[in-house]
């Protein structure tokens, strides 16, 4: 709606704020924040992986498990008679290292060897089980990535908005007949996984957890037990081999091999490590492996029952390491993330590259770390705990408290010297680091790491509260524009408890600022008040001019989206007056836009053109065309809203063309939009369908996905103007779907509430030569458009259209991200649309717009669907149904201050209760809608509504 100014930069680090085309309204709302003293935890990083099949790549050392595997195997068959839903592979209670996950890979491979899923088989570990609750991953943590990994590329930021997509793109996977496979490693309870389990029988969901999940409704629920003695002295052999095929140890000593496997509990966990020791050491006979295991087991202090295998076979292993293996591993134990890469150890081991790197690869050989893709490790949790154990224990020095912080500190440096590099690409800021050359390398790796990096703020917070600051400033920008609004909330509420510890006033501010963009990024404006409310306070309190003004440029914006204009128009004049103070001319510009959109809000039309047009000649001084256009733009609407059309069309040409100059397509794609929106309430309609034309071949040239669906949107309703209701049906339609491919609720609830309204139209001339508009009975009018979308100093206007429209256009700004492939052309929709002018699709459409609205809090929108549902439902007769509809939309506007809106519910309303023979009820609400006319000085309406309670025996409507 408006832009967001960015404060000045600390000495370290950096700060962000929305700024022009960067600022984008994607709406989020994740878990509260409080800005205080209470405990943090970052969340989790969820990591999908594809698994190929046994035919490609390494082949799995599996054996054993027969049984398992058939029935596992016929559980996945695409065999009708043998679908189920989801397969559960329960291990005893408690045991770690059974061999779960291996059992359920090596089975998929195999599924995907046979093309049972051409979707793909997806593996994400769950971290049910680990030592440390903030590396459990839960559902939501889970949904994006897997978003991602099925082919959506641009995410909801809401949870629930992300798992509608998530069950969207599987309905339309199993519709492709297109199978996948989930595979949910280590899931500790039903509600981590509950809302990722496909509703369509064609996927297959494979769970692996160490308690047998009871209330899971599943077809298969396999206890997976100890393996036998025979499969386990195969696989320690098959171990063996494998590194030295002609190995004469595998068959010399029998009985030593099965009592091997017996000191282990016959668990593969255990088995892979005591293997390990035998690969390594050619020279050590089964026999003494057996010998030190027994005493081994007799050293253990306190057995925890199901893992006394495994601790019996790592403290043999960890005793035969080399010294330098052994640090290593504990060291590695530290980094807080789901994995490390190579320089994390290094940083962690404080030893050279290539022998860390060395030493890392003994260890996967070892079986005590494990290889998740070529450049990255991971430890399992049972052997994380065990290292952190001799980390504290160790009595040679090496694993003494203080060598445990320099580590942590090392790591802790590591990772904030690289995020600082890899962020000044996002700083538009020329690159200064050989590591991260280009901005794609740096994006990359921040996607990597970003787990590590969020976990390692919240454990720095004690120890090292400057790195829990500063890491945070320096990650705002590439959360915010890769839409982590999640993380960027959780980071900045631990950056500013840091500040606070280190009693830093200006980067507390500025902390305070990222979390109030972040929070109006998640929709949640309320708490992003406060949060630019308290920075506002610091500014002040330090003196900081600059910063101020900025504080107050954002609060502004967050009053606006809560509607509380009278306010922000406050903030916007102090900030303007501050920029005149200090001298800083381009956050001018940015404040005499951002008053100018608030003066139009409060009816000041003649200042917010006064403002725009200030804008317009400061920006022509400072020979910023770009500037100049948006505040061309700006100016535009405004004169609209003024009924000066034809100045209104000149400056919005005058926009595109500056636009088109500088190159800058996105904008310029916006301006012919608000310019089509103009020549429309010339009359001009031929005009007004070239120039939405126009903006939706930008759109999908330049791949703005959200953007293409306002230009659907305003053809569509352009094209009813001038009778092309098909069409506009097909156009409204497209936008219903693109809106739905892309995740953007609110867009769809838009996009519906118009479909609905088009088929209306088309209905009543079907039927009867009319359309909706002529209805005189239900005092509805032809579709009108939202306000037009401003531009350049921010993302579009997002003001809604006046209730008699009965539409409403798309809030919000275009989205940096884009999703594969084009939306369906018009003419090739596949849309019946004699199914569709059924009026129970049309009340359905208007259902969906509400439901939608709902949740994406706009309670104007969901008034303008309501008040459209009550219409639909009077077509259809449904009188007694359409009253309630009627009412709450009325009710909504009074909440949201539309006056008007508010007056044609209760008129609609009366008409509602009228033909539904309730005609004392009817009176009553007309009377209640006159009295709200007369309040807002609506003398047509006034006139007309008192003429009718006249007619209807009302001899005195106002008494």
Known sequence: MTSNRPPDHPDHGGTYSAEAHDASRVYQAQRDIVIGETSVESPPIAVVHRLHGLSEGRPDLFVGREAEVELLHSSLSPDPRLQVGTT????????????????????????????????????????????????????????????????????????????????????????????????????????????????????????????????????????????????????????????????????????????????????????????????????????????????GATRLDVLTDGIRAVRTAFDLSWDRLPAEQARLLSLVALNPGPDFALDTAVALADRPRQQTHTALRALVGAHLLERTSSRRWRVHDLIRLHSAEKLRDHEDGTGDERQRALAITRMLQHYLTSADAAAAHFDGAPAISPRFPTGEAARRWLDE????????????LPSHPEVALHLPLRLARYLHRHRHFDDMITAHQTAVRAARRLGDRRSEGTALNNLGTGLQEARRFEEAV?????????????????????????????????????????????????????????????????????????????????????????????????????????????LQESQRFEDAVEAHRAAAS?????????????????????????????????????????????????????????????????????EAVSAHQAAVDLYRRVGDRHGQAVAQNNLGVALRQLRHRE??????????????????????????????????????????????????????????????????????????????????AATLFHETDDRH???????????????????????????????????????????????????????????????????????VYVECDDRQRTLTLRRMLIDAGDHDPLA
């Open 88 to 295: 559960v592979v329960s291990a005893v209670a408690g045991m770690g290292g059974i061999g779960k996950t291996a059992l359920v890979r090596h089975v998929a491979r195999i599924a995907v060897d046979e093309q049972w899923f051409p979707a793909g088989a997806l593996l994400a570990d769950l971290h049910g089980y680990d030592s440390y609750a903030s590396r459990r991953v839960l559902a939501h943590h889970l949904v994006g990535p897997l978003l991602r990994a099925i082919g959506v590329a641009t995410l909801d930021p809401t949870p629930s908005g992300q798992f509608a997509q998530y069950h969207r793109q599987l309905g339309r996977l199993a519709a492709r007949n297109r199978a996948l496979l989930l595979i949910l490693d280590n899931v500790a309870d039903q509600e981590q996984i509950e809302a990722l389990l496909p509703a369509e029988r064609l996927h297959r969901v494979l769970i692996t957890t160490r308690e047998p999940l009871n209330a899971l409704s599943a077809d298969q629920n396999l206890r997976l037990g100890l393996l036998d003695e025979e499969t386990a002295v195969e696989l320690v052999s098959a171990t063996m081999v494998k590194a030295w095929p002609a190995d004469p140890r595998v068959a010399a000593a029998p009985a030593a091999m099965r009592e091997l496997v017996g000191l282990c509990d016959m668990l593969p966990l255990a088995l892979g490590i005591v293997a390990g020791i035998l690969v390594a050491e050619r020279d050590l006979t089964v026999a003494d492996m057996v010998e030190e295991l027994r005493d």
């Open 530 to 638: 406060a949060a630019h409310q308290q920075d506002l306070a610091i500014c002040r309190r330090i003196g900081d001019r600059h910063a101020e003004g900025t504080a107050l440029n954002n609060l502004g914006i967050a009053l606006q989206e809560i509607r509380r204009f009278a306010e922000a128009v406050a903030a916007h004049r102090e900030d303007l007056a501050i920029c005149r103070e200090t001298g800083d001319r381009d956050a001018e510009g940015v404040a005499l836009s951002n008053l100018g959109i608030a003066l139009q809000e409060t009816g000041h039309l003649h200042e917010a053109m006064t403002a725009h047009q200030t804008a317009v000649e400061l920006y022509r001084d400072l020979d910023d065309p770009g500037g100049q256009a948006a505040a061309l733009n700006n100016l535009g609407i405004a």
């Open 767 to 848: 039927q009867d030569g009319t359309t909706g508009a002529d209805a005189p009975d239900l005092g509805s009018s032809a579709p009108r458009p939202s306000v037009p979308r401003s531009s350049g100093t921010g993302p579009p206007d997002t003001t809604s259209p006046e209730q008699t429209a009965g539409t409403v256009g798309p809030r919000g700004g275009r989205a940096d991200e884009t999703t594969p492939g084009r939306s369906r052309t018009l003419s090739n929709l596949g849309l019946s649309i004699v199914r569709l002018l059924r009026s129970e699709d049309v009340i359905e459409a208007h259902r969906r």
């Open 861 to 931: 929108g969901e008034g303008i669907a309501w008040n459209n549902l009550g219409l639909a439902l009077q077509e259809a007769a449904q009188f007694a149904e359409a009253a309630p509809a009627h009412r709450r939309a009325a009710e909504l506007f009074q909440q949201t201050e539309d006056r008007s809106g508010q007056g044609m519910a209760l008129q609609h309303l009366g008409f509602a209760l009228e033909s539904a023979n309730r005609g004392a009820e009817a009176r009553s609400a007309w009377r209640s809608a006159l009295q």
């Open 658 to 726: 500056l636009y088109r100059q500088v190159g800058d397509r996105p904008a310029e794609s916006l301006a012919l939009s608000n310019l089509g929106l103009c020549l429309r309430r010339l009359s001009r309609i031929e005009e007004a369908v070239a120039a939405h034309r126009l903006d939706l071949v930008i759109c999908r040239e330049t791949g703005d996905r959200h953007a293409e669906g306002i230009a659907l949107s305003n053809l569509g309703i352009a094209l009813q103007e001038i009778g092309q209701l098909r």
């Open 449 to 460: 790491e970003r787990g590590n990096l969020l976990a390692a703020v919240v454990l720095a």
